[in-house]
Nanobody
Framework: QVRLVETGGGLVEFGGSLRLSCAAS????????MGWYRQAPGNERELVAT???????TYGDSVKGRFTISRDNAKNTMSLQMNSLTPEDTAVYYC?????????????WGQGIQVTVSS
């Protein structure tokens, strides 16, 4: 079983930057698609960005041009560089890894980490 742990959250000023990291206790191979999701109070959990094992990235409309997702399969880590932050980015951010194979679909989640952007 894969265990995911997020680090790097905290408080940042309006317009500032923050970098989140996700470390896996198990091996995250190129067969996994990884991503970041976030959930603000009163809102549903939404997709922020995903990245395939080959490095192809997708982004939610609200973060395009500001956030950059990356991964290092050799180190079993994934990161999210967040720039030009606004209070609308305040949420709990979750690391995700998913894999679909002949023996089933596997989904793993981190515990979540708080990101707060001051006005």
């Amino acid at each position: 079983q894969v265990r995911l742990v997020e680090t790097g959250g905290g408080l940042v000023e309006f317009g500032g930057s923050l970098r989140l990291s996700c470390a896996a206790s198990g091996t995250i191979s190129s067969a996994y698609t990884m991503g970041w999701y976030r959930q603000a109070p009163g809102n549903e959990r939404e997709l922020v960005a995903t990245i395939s094992g080959g490095g192809t990235a997708t982004y939610g409309d609200s973060v395009k041009g500001r956030f950059t997702i990356s991964r290092d399969n050799a180190k079993n880590t994934m990161s999210l560089q967040m720039n030009s932050l606004t209070p609308e980015d305040t949420a709990v951010y979750y690391c995700n890894a998913e894999r679909l194979s002949r023996d089933g679909r596997y989904v793993y989640w981190g515990q979540g980490i708080q990101v707060t952007v001051s006005s």
